[in-house]
Every structure is written in structure tokens, then in C-alpha cells.
């Protein structure tokens, strides 16, 4: 989740201080050399003023916990547990729920919340692109009260509506019967 522009300003402030070290599509920076804890400081002071975060390995596992937690949880279970999603992130990194979603909210520019709902809409996409699952039963599935509060998410989110998604599926099964 890390933009062209973060990664240009990264590699900026590392030449800047003489780093000499590879930085990962996600933002990740492997030194070839070891750098010293008033190097590590300096870098966190630099990249701050730029409005970025400099995580250690501790803060960075969390993260990639907490990301993988909620897109198992979405993406691959059969249903959505009724439990709330701050419970289950607590449980599964075993860190208080509050620093979670503050460091969480901080490197990845969006909330838990809006992070969750955004992988929501994209398994109702899939569910409507790949099934044959009609609105209701794709918001039970995904923990919504009804399906107009999952169509009315889905239209704020995509900016365009789950009748669209449908006729998606509908025209690619005809294109691929005329092929």
C-alpha cells in the first residue's frame, strides 16, 4: 500500500543519510549494512516530516497480522462470524485493541473499519461476478443488516450499484458462450 511518491522520498532520505539498503514493493527496507540506533532515529526524525512512519519489525508484523486477519476472515471463511472485527484482530495479535488500531490507521492511510469494508465490497463483487448468489443472501453472508445497507455501501464505495455487477456477469457468460 505504499505509493511511487512515498517509496521516491524514502529512498531520498536514505541517500540522504548514507543508507545503502533495498526497498520492497511494500515499503520494506532491507540495509546491507547495519546501521546504528542514532542512524535508526535520524531516519525516523527525516521520514516524519515527510508524514511517514518509519515501523520497526515488531510494529510491521502487527500490521501484516491485523491485514491478514481480516482478509482471511472476508475473504476465505464461508460466513462472517458475528463477532466485531476489533475482537477478533485483539485475539488473534494479542495486542490492546486500541494501539492496534492507531498504528494500523497510521501506515496504511485508511481505519480498521474502512479497511474492512472495502474488502467487503470486494467479496460482494467476486459473489456477484463468479456466483449465482442473489443481494440477500450475499449481505447475510457478509454480516449486513439487509441488502439495501449492502447496496447502499457498495454504490458509496464503487460509485455504482450492485444491478451493474450482475449485468457484469450475465454479459461475460454470453460472451464466453459465443466464443
Known amino acids: 500500500m505504499v505509493?511511487?511518491?512515498?517509496?521516491?522520498?524514502?529512498?531520498?532520505?536514505?541517500?540522504e543519510h548514507g543508507v545503502k539498503c533495498i526497498i520492497s514493493v511494500h515499503g520494506a527496507i532491507e540495509c546491507f549494512e547495519d546501521i546504528t540506533d542514532e542512524q535508526i532515529y535520524e531516519l525516523k526524525m527525516s521520514l516524519e516530516k515527510y508524514?511517514?512512519?518509519?515501523?520497526?519489525?515488531?510494529?510491521?508484523?502487527?500490521?501484516?497480522?491485523?491485514?491478514?486477519?481480516?482478509?482471511?476472515?472476508?475473504?476465505?471463511?464461508?460466513?462472517?462470524?458475528?463477532?466485531?472485527?476489533?475482537?477478533?484482530?485483539?485475539?488473534?495479535?494479542?495486542?490492546?485493541?486500541?494501539?492496534?488500531?492507531?498504528?494500523?490507521?497510521?501506515?496504511?492511510?485508511?481505519?480498521?473499519l474502512q479497511f474492512i469494508i472495502h474488502n467487503k465490497i470486494e467479496r460482494a463483487k467476486e459473489l456477484m461476478l463468479y456466483e449465482d448468489m442473489p443481494l440477500q443472501e450475499i449481505a447475510k453472508l457478509l454480516n449486513y443488516k439487509n441488502k439495501h445497507y449492502l447496496a447502499a455501501q457498495f454504490k458509496k464505495v464503487t460509485g455504482l450499484t450492485p444491478s451493474y455487477f450482475k449485468r457484469l456477469r450475465k454479459e461475460r457468460i454470453e460472451l464466453l458462450k459465443t466464443a
Open 3 to 15: 505509493c511511487l511518491r512515498d517509496k521516491m522520498i524514502l529512498n531520498s532520505v536514505l541517500n
Open 51 to 112: 508524514g511517514l512512519i518509519l515501523l520497526d519489525d515488531e510494529n510491521s508484523l502487527l500490521i501484516d497480522k491485523i491485514i491478514n486477519t481480516i482478509i482471511d476472515i472476508i475473504h476465505y471463511t464461508d460466513a462472517l462470524p458475528k463477532a466485531n472485527f476489533s475482537d477478533l484482530i485483539s485475539e488473534f495479535t494479542g495486542s490492546e485493541q486500541e494501539s492496534i488500531l492507531k498504528i494500523f490507521s497510521d501506515v496504511m492511510g485508511v481505519s480498521v
